[in-house]
């Protein structure tokens, strides 16, 4: 039997090996046509371009140019629309009327980007042709953010909310959909980045300036990227040895002692071989308590990031690899003004607290597009990572390492024509968590093997849809399966309608994701109730959306609304609990849990250079508590967003004037109860209202050389009273971890940048 069957394959491999030799064949037999693809840049000269690949519009019939851009192919009268594309050139669509030979000139992918950058006006590039519900944040938009870091990022973006995690550490944190970061897939050029040990202050360790852009994509993700996406995904695409400049330079102070330094240098080893080192520093010194609370408003710190990436890029034969090293060392120190951490650490002399990180990561991307089939590649990925934590909050110590190593490989192709791809691949996970808190290990291992396929169709006129599915082994989660899809349809002009289902599975790092809550005297209570995580089970959840985009002319000047509505309910959650204020219980949900976000966001183009982008959010975010079912704390249900942009017209030397002004209103938030406190401990069941205003002026003096001023929280809220018994800490009543707006006060700040293409 064993025979038979391997003779059964060798007899259908020789078969299938004559059918392909017999496709050449009969595709020469049938008529043809041909054409010359030529350079743009170079179009006086007449020089061909050698290794473009044309193929007929939803066909996988394709050809080749020659050494002289000469192209031969396969030829029927229903052929109409002829494809061609090559690396780093814009890809176009032609139309062929007539066997008569064509002289097609390509565009080069830097004259686009020129383009693109003349007309980028807006917070968001909304994609009107993508599946799932993304878009698209771009490097200039992330220099109207003060600076200087990804969480920082989002400031000037509507759909992402961005707040301070406590009032001791100066950390922001953000969310979307309502749901906090840990909730989304943060991933860094597609490799899972901020996650495990580093939820807390991973978007503070990366620099802003390393961002090339920022894809963000609403509701259930793709399979391709894992399982733990439940609201969202985040991706950061770095900046690239081969397009970024030679050397670039920002320098950055603001009047709360903050000052920070970011440098590019850039070189070309080779033809194929690029290299980019990219250094930032930042440092706080300076003490500051503004509230008079006789703690410090915002930690002294200091950190060094350092990356050195290489590009190899192979046009002709199909290639294209990164490889990245880094290296960060992020020290902080806050407490109260006189806490002396040499003297004091580990006594009730002063409150005080230090965190100390190290992290080391490298990684390595491997592509190949197939130079006869561009609609066919392969793509490896793999990444390791070392996160070490060593930290105390007052008495409280918690340490953290989290060693990580993570691989992707996966392959794209078509089936039939371009009109139906699909993407299949395998993914391995390995994650070491060695963690104490106080005296008690809470050390795991978790290892997953994951394989995926997605399927994508899209007819190029009114419809498109993306399922995809992959099952999981994890040690700890078990076997399961992940399902995923997206929905678009264009029932009229500039209207695009778009609906995601998707069901996401994590593993919730309790400590790791609230590390605020050891700045407090609350005693931490765990429901054991038998899991492999803490003793919880894992969360589980399904996230449903909905989101109508559509385009418009007013008063002869473009704009667009859109329409979001998602909704995230859990199967399981791993509930947070802080409405005792002596204590933070986790356990496990029983009940409902469930997040309703909606969102209407305008963009309206108001004048020439002048642009206005609005926004309201509303939220209603339930969740079942032991003591009944609750809105979530300190989170506003209603949030309203505006930014208007304003830009002189670019003269010839570069020299160009840039204004932004910010407005954000927070609703009400409910406070956790505080009730069973002494009345001077106390705070009201919901807080008030605030705005807040922001804005920069940047003056660019040339391609060369700009600098900018700017000022946060121009309006001057401050929280009163952000810590609880702050005047003593070491009561059971003190708390540091209920902040609903700024405690800083209004922020000047001032920069700089230089460049060298």
Excluded at 57 to 85: C, P, R
Excluded at 390 to 397: A, P, R, T
Aim: proline share 3%; hydrophobic share 35%.
């Amino acid at each position: 039997m064993l025979f038979n069957k391997t003779q059964n394959k060798k007899m259908k491999k020789i078969i299938i090996s004559s059918f392909l030799l017999f496709i050449p064949i009969l595709v020469f037999s049938q008529a043809t046509f041909t054409g010359m693809i030529m350079d743009k840049n170079n179009s006086k000269d007449n020089v061909g371009i050698s290794g473009a690949t044309v193929h007929w519009l939803h066909t996988n019939v394709s050809a080749v140019t020659n050494e002289k851009g000469w192209f031969t192919i396969a030829y029927k009268e229903e052929y109409k629309k002829l494809v061609v594309n090559y690396l780093g050139y814009k890809t176009d669509t032609i139309t062929i009327n007539s066997l008569e030979p064509i002289h097609h000139f390509l565009t080069a992918e830097s004259e686009l980007e020129e383009v693109t950058i003349n007309t980028k006006r807006k917070a968001t590039q909304k994609s009107f042709f993508s599946t799932a519900n993304m878009f698209t944040v771009n490097a200039e938009e992330l220099l109207k953010a003060a600076c200087c870091n990804l969480a920082e990022s989002f400031e000037t973006n509507p759909s992402i909310d961005v707040s301070f995690s406590d009032a001791l550490t100066g950390t922001k944190q953000i969310q979307m959909l309502g749901l906090t970061s840990p909730y989304l897939l943060i991933t860094q050029e597609n490799i899972p980045s901020i996650r495990g040990a580093s939820q807390a202050f991973g978007l503070t360790f990366t620099p802003g300036t390393w961002v090339e852009s920022i894809q963000i994509s609403k509701g259930a993700g793709s399979v391709v990227n894992g399982f733990e996406s439940i609201s969202g995904q985040i991706n950061a695409e770095l900046v690239k040895p081969f397009s970024d400049n030679k050397f670039f330079l920002n320098a950055y102070g603001s009047a709360n002692g903050r000052f920070e330094l970011n440098t590019h240098f850039n070189e070309k080893v080779s033809e194929k071989w690029q290299t980019g080192l990219y250094v930032h520093g930042n440092y706080t010194g300076q003490k500051f308590d503004m509230n008079d609370d006789n703690f410090l408003d915002m930690p002294i710190s200091n950190q060094i990031n350092v990356m050195n990436r290489w590009q190899f890029t192979d046009a002709e034969k199909g290639w294209v690899s990164f490889i990245n090293v880094r290296f960060l060392k992020d020290e902080k120190q806050t407490g109260e003004l006189n806490f002396n951490p040499k003297i004091d650490k580990g006594t009730t002399n002063y409150w005080g607290s230090e965190i100390e990180t190290k992290r080391f990561e490298t990684s390595a991307k491997l592509g190949y597009v197939f130079p006869e089939m561009p609609f066919q590649s392969v793509g490896f990925q793999i990444a390791y990572s070392n996160h070490e934590q060593d930290s105390y909050f007052g008495l409280n110590i918690y340490d953290i390492q989290h060693e990580s190593v993570y691989s992707n490989i996966i392959f794209n192709s078509i089936i039939g024509d371009t009109r139906n791809k699909f993407k299949t691949g395998i993914s391995f996970t390995y994650d070491q968590f060695d963690e104490l808190v106080n005296t008690i290990d809470f050390s795991r291992i978790e290892n997953d093997f994951g394989a995926f396929f997605e399927y994508a169709f899209d007819n190029l006129d009114d419809f498109s849809l993306t399922a995809g599915l992959r099952i999981d082994r994890h040690n700890l989660l078990g076997t399961f399966i992940t399902p995923r899809l997206h929905l678009r349809y264009v029932p009229w002009e500039k209207g695009v309608f778009r609906a995601s289902v998707g069901r996401g599975k994590r593993s919730a790092n309790i400590f790791a994701e609230n590390q605020q809550l050891f700045a407090s005297s609350r005693q931490i209570n765990i429901d054991d109730v038998g899991g492999n995580i803490y003793g919880l089970n894992p969360e589980i959840a399904w996230n449903y959306g909905v989101s109508y985009l559509q385009r418009f002319n007013l008063f002869d000047k473009k704009g667009d609304i859109t329409f979001d509505f998602y909704q995230t309910n859990f199967q399981n959650q791993v509930i947070v609990d802080w409405e005792n204020p002596q204590e933070i219980s986790f356990y496990d949900l029983d009940g409902k849990s469930i997040a309703n976000s909606f969102q209407v966001e305008v963009n309206y183009t108001l004048a020439e250079q002048l642009n206005l982008r609005t926004a309201y959010k509303y939220f209603d975010i339930s969740t079942d508590f032991k003591n009944g079912n609750l809105q979530k704390p300190i989170q506003p249900q209603n949030r309203f967003f505006a930014n208007i942009s304003y830009e002189t017209h670019l003269e010839d030397d570069g020299k160009q004037w840039r204004f932004d002004i910010t407005f954000n209103n927070i609703g009400k938030q409910r406070l956790p109860n505080t009730s069973s406190n002494p009345s001077q401990y106390q705070l009201p069941a919901y807080s008030d209202a605030y705005q807040l205003l922001n804005s920069q002026i940047t003056k660019v003096f040339s391609n060369k050389f700009e600098v900018y001023i700017g000022a946060e929280n121009l309006t001057n809220v401050q929280q009163k009273n952000p810590i609880l018994a702050s005047d003593d800490p070491f009561s059971p009543y003190f708390d540091s971890t209920i902040v609903y707006s700024p405690i800083f006060g209004r922020a000047i700040y001032a920069g700089l940048r230089f460049k060298i293409k």
